[in-house]
């Protein structure tokens, strides 16, 4: 509210308030009429002195409460400004860390990034500090030199110098290696932490479109409840990603695109509640996908048009009871795709328009109806890749 407005509703609610006091005395006092003939002794003229000086006061009161408010107002404002310059001057010296040639102050530009973060006093500021460390993710890397061959394909052996050399790209490869999965830590750190509290950023997004990632990368827990987290496009080909028990409520998390090609993503015992999982168009080749005690209660999850083709899917024990899970347009040609003991229940998983041309998909052990579209995508015969409970084959009565 602006100061002149303060001024303004204070001033009238003091004089509606000596308004009222006054006209409770008149009524109080029993006062029918005002004698114009009467003396002013000095009992009275004291009396009027002392509500004279009262009137003084209260206005001295009055101006010193609009000063006191504006004072806090500008001091407000001056503290904001000075929080904002010198969270500007922290970022900028923990981005030039991030440029730097030294792996070991890299880590600290990394590290001191995630504190500004967590200290911004603003939120546009909070996901600037996280978009950087995003962005550097996104940035290409010299790819592992691998071990130097011995003898060398010329048939020579190497160098010292060239051993040197080559041990020197390793030991650097390695060195921003460990930057790169130290930023992937730290946000699966802050995800883990409720959405509300100070270092929380469950309600900022992450962009890490075509990121590889070829480590640990662990959101165990973490709650995905509004946002987005964009991993389109991503490669996972090592380590362990942990969703382990993390709770997707609202926003979107996007997979759209990623490749899945060696390591273990994890999803066991994730709850899907709301908002959109998208792993359409998304290439399941090498290593396990594990969504086994999963619950599927709520919002989408989307595996349009992706490809299982060399891969270990484990549904097992998941439970599939609303929302939508897609599977539409999905191409099953090999690696192995389990549904063991997993409840589905009516229009919850659709299949239609799925291939299923090599590998195993299995739906044996299965609690329910028969997933919408599955048995028009199978065909008759049943390929024998596809491995169906029997009472779905049966004739309807």
């Known amino acids: 509210m602006k100061p002149r407005w303060a001024f303004g509703l204070t001033f009238v609610a003091a004089v509606l308030v000596a308004g009222g006091i006054f006209y409770g005395l008149v009524v109080l006092l029993d006062f029918e009429e005002i004698d114009s003939t009467a003396k002013l002794d000095a009992k009275t003229l004291f009396d009027l002195v002392k509500l004279s000086f009262g009137v003084v006061a209260g206005a001295g009161a009055l101006v010193a409460l609009v000063v006191a408010y504006r004072r806090q107002r500008v001091d407000e404002a001056g503290a904001h400004r000075e929080a904002t310059r010198l969270h500007t001057e922290r970022f900028s010296q923990a981005v030039d860390k991030l440029g730097s040639d030294s792996p070991a102050v890299r880590l600290g530009g990394v590290h001191a990034l995630a504190g500004l973060a967590d200290d911004a006093p603003t939120q546009d500021l909070r996901q600037t500090c996280i978009d950087v460390l995003c962005a550097y993710l996104r940035l290409p890397f ?10 060398l394909p010329d048939g020579t052996s190497p160098t010292e110098e060239r051993r040197d050399t080559h041990q020197d790209k390793k030991d650097r490869y390695h060195a921003l290696r460990e930057v790169r999965h130290t930023i992937l830590r730290l946000i699966g750190d802050h995800y883990r932490i409720p959405q509300g ?3 929380s950023w469950q309600d900022c997004n992450l962009d890490l479109t075509r990121v590889a990632i070829d480590g640990d990368m662990d959101f165990a827990g973490a709650t995905f ?4 987290v964009h991993f389109g496009g991503a490669t996972f080909s ?4 942990h969703f382990h028990g993390a709770i997707f409520s609202s926003g979107t998390v996007n997979f759209e695109g990623a490749t899945f090609s060696g390591g273990l993503v994890h999803f066991g015992g994730a709850t899907f509640s709301g908002g959109l999982v998208n792993f359409g ?3 399941f080749s090498g290593g396990q996908v594990d969504f086994r005690d999963a619950t599927f209660s709520g919002g989408g999850v989307l595996f349009g048009n992706a490809t299982f083709s060399g891969c270990i899917v484990f549904f097992g024990n998941a439970t599939f009871s609303s929302g939508s899970v ?3 347009g999905a191409t099953f040609s090999g690696g192995l795709v389990r549904f063991g003991n997993a ?3 009516s229009g919850s998983v659709d299949f239609e328009g799925a291939t299923f041309s090599g590998g195993v998909v299995e739906f044996e052990v299965t609690t329910g109806p028969a997933p919408m579209g599955l048995l ?4 008759t015969p049943v390929p024998s890749e596809v491995r169906l409970r029997a009472d779905w084959l049966a004739p309807g009565p």
């Open 142 to 151: 010299s790819p592992d030199p691998g071990d130097l061959p011995d003898p």
């Open 197 to 199: 509290t100070h270092r």
């Open 225 to 228: 409840s509004g946002g987005l």
């Open 238 to 241: 090592g380590g362990l990603v």
């Open 281 to 283: 168009d998304a290439t």
């Open 326 to 328: 897609d599977f539409r």
């Open 343 to 345: 409840t589905f229940s």
């Open 376 to 379: 028009g995508a199978v065909g």
